[in-house]
C-alpha cells in the first residue's frame, strides 16, 4: 500500500505550510492554544442576493496533515494567522491523511 501522507503531504507541507495557532476550545477545552501548520487556500465565492445581485466573498480555509494531531481540530475550535482569529466551520476529511478547516473570520 502507499502511504499518501508520508510520500506526498509530508514533503508538500515541508514547502508550503504557514505557521498558525489552534485553540482547541470546543476539541479540547481545557487544553492551552498550541502551534500547527496547514496550507492556505483562499478561493473567491459569489452569492446571489434575492434580489438578483451577486455578492463577492472569499472562503478560506487551511489545508492540514492529520498525523500531525493527536486531537484534530474541530468545528468551534479557533485558529489564528497572524494577527486574524479564525472559527473552524466545518472539517472535512480527505480519505489520504490530510483534512481542510473551512474557516470563518471573528477578528482582526
Known amino acids: 500500500m502507499i502511504d499518501f501522507d508520508a510520500l506526498v503531504l509530508a514533503p508538500n507541507m515541508d514547502v508550503f505550510a ?25 478561493r473567491p465565492v459569489d ?3 434575492a434580489d438578483g445581485r451577486i455578492l463577492s466573498s472569499a472562503e478560506k480555509i487551511l489545508g492540514v496533515r492529520c498525523s500531525e494531531f493527536g486531537t484534530m481540530p474541530s ?20 480519505g489520504q491523511g490530510g483534512a481542510t478547516l473551512t474557516l470563518k473570520e471573528i477578528k482582526s
Open 75 to 94: 468545528q468551534g475550535d479557533g485558529v489564528t494567522r497572524g494577527a486574524v482569529v479564525f472559527m473552524v466551520e466545518d472539517v472535512d476529511y480527505d
Open 47 to 49: 452569492v446571489e442576493l
Open 18 to 42: 504557514l505557521d498558525v495557532t489552534i485553540d482547541p476550545r470546543a476539541s479540547q477545552p481545557f487544553v492551552a492554544p498550541y502551534p500547527a501548520r496547514g496550507v492556505w487556500i483562499e
